[in-house]
């Protein structure tokens, strides 16, 4: 007896995402390239370059350098003050 292939009431056809570009890859051998890119893709990623800003100067360059090194201190700096307080609580609690 052959199956009759089962019919969804709310399968409608339509495509949600494109999966014929998803390749499998080969944990045991990997490989650099293992598929070359559809010309469709190639194109994108050139018209995506093509859409970038422009360089940036030594001055821009500097302020979001210095920027995200002083967010990252400020995050840090609030750790360690955290980590102080909860220290501090901590040895007067059990120096009681």
Do not use: C
């Not at 495509?15 to 194109?43: G, W, Y």
């Not at 995200?68 to 003050?81: E, M, Q, R, T």
């Amino acid at each position: 007896m052959k199956r009759k292939p089962r019919e969804y009431e709310d399968d409608d056809g339509r495509t949600v995402a494109d999966m014929s570009e998803v390749h499998h890859r080969n944990l045991f051998i990997p490989r650099s390239n293992p598929h070359q890119e559809s010309p469709k893709r190639e194109n994108e990623k050139n018209e995506s370059a093509s859409n970038q800003s422009p360089p940036l100067n030594r001055r821009e360059t500097r302020s979001f350098i210095l920027g995200a090194l002083s967010a990252g201190l400020l995050i840090a700096l609030v750790f360690i003050i955290g980590l102080g307080l909860a220290i501090a609580i901590m040895l007067f609690i059990w120096n009681r």
